[in-house]
């Protein structure tokens, strides 16, 4: 039996760029190809927990424009329940992703239109619904405030709580005990505790600055590296897992966190939990675009031989 995992973040179109490389300022260059798909790391990993079987329920803001529809279209396709105030003053969020084809490596610009925002009154009305969850999930692509609402709110009714800490920012020293698991990528576990990640040693020295500063478990994504659990019980470094070629990392992060709260809503330990959010992040990045590239749960359980 899965348990509701309520999702907190924000929707973006993305408009996908492709090119051998990156312009420098003031340069133009012939790109290789473009799209314009479904975004925004929260809606990412609704998606990617919807598709790997989990009873997903995404809260954000939308303008009233065709990138609604398309959201709206999206949550449909993936089984996510959407819990959304619309803005008709306001457009939807919209960003623009280059890709370094040669590496599938990816730099990214945000905006978050009316996800921008997002208030602890849009946390406070669906309060019987993240109070119910067995999982809450959020970013820091929404305001911050918001974020940390949410998290008070599922810490206190007994949810696991995950804080995606992305894009990297100074976090209020009071958020780290609200969070069951963090799960920032190198850059991210820098900015939060000024230790350079660079190799697993580090990583872990990272991992414990996290733990002192309140976290119940730190998990820290080394891309190709994989994933390195460590709270103050355990240490564990799981491998990435290798699906195929790898075509693009846009989403890989977002499919790792939608994946580790289906398999910690369905009551998996931690060491499952992480394989299978590996698992759903090495599928992902063997496909183009962020919201499209995330498997099914079938994909998962066959390539994890379940």
């Not at 040669?102 to 009316?114: D, K, R």
């Not at 929404?142 to 804080?163: E, K, S, V």
């Amino acid at each position: 039996m899965t348990g509701r995992i309520v999702v907190l973040g924000i929707f973006a179109a993305d408009a996908t760029f492709r090119a051998d490389r990156a312009p420098v300022m003031g340069e133009t260059l012939v790109g290789n190809s473009f799209s314009l798909g479904p975004g925004g790391k929260g809606s990412n990993q609704a998606v990617a927990a919807a598709r790997a079987g989990g009873d997903v329920h995404f809260i954000s803001r939308l303008g009233r424009d065709v990138f609604a529809d398309l959201a709206f279209q999206t949550w449909k396709d993936a089984g996510v329940s959407p819990v959304i105030r619309q803005l008709g003053e306001v457009p939807t969020g919209a960003a623009s992703i280059f890709v370094e084809e040669t590496t599938g490596n990816n730099a990214i610009i945000v905006c978050p239109g009316a996800a921008g925002e997002i208030s602890q009154e849009d946390v406070e009305e669906n309060s019987d619904l993240i109070e119910g969850a067995s999982v809450f999930l959020t970013q820091l692509e929404q305001p911050m405030d918001a974020a940390i609402r949410g998290l008070q709110m599922a810490n206190a009714a007994g949810a696991f709580t995950i804080l995606n800490p992305a894009p990297a920012t100074e976090l209020p020293k009071e958020t780290f005990p609200l969070c069951d698991y963090i799960t920032p990528n190198e850059s991210e576990a820098e900015g939060l505790t000024g230790i350079v990640v660079s190799d697993l040693s580090s990583a872990e020295r990272a991992a414990d600055a996290l733990l002192e500063l309140g976290v119940g478990t730190a998990l820290i994504t080394l891309g190709e590296n994989g994933v390195l659990l460590r709270s103050r019980n355990e240490t564990l470094h799981v491998e990435a897992t290798a699906a195929g070629e790898v075509v693009e990392t846009t989403a890989a992060g977002d499919a790792f966190n939608g994946g580790f709260a289906v398999a910690l809503a369905e009551g998996k330990g931690s060491e499952a939990a992480v394989r299978f959010g590996c698992a759903t992040a090495g599928i992902s990045v063997t496909r183009p675009g962020a919201a499209a590239s995330m498997p099914t749960r079938a994909e998962v359980d066959s390539f994890l031989g379940s």
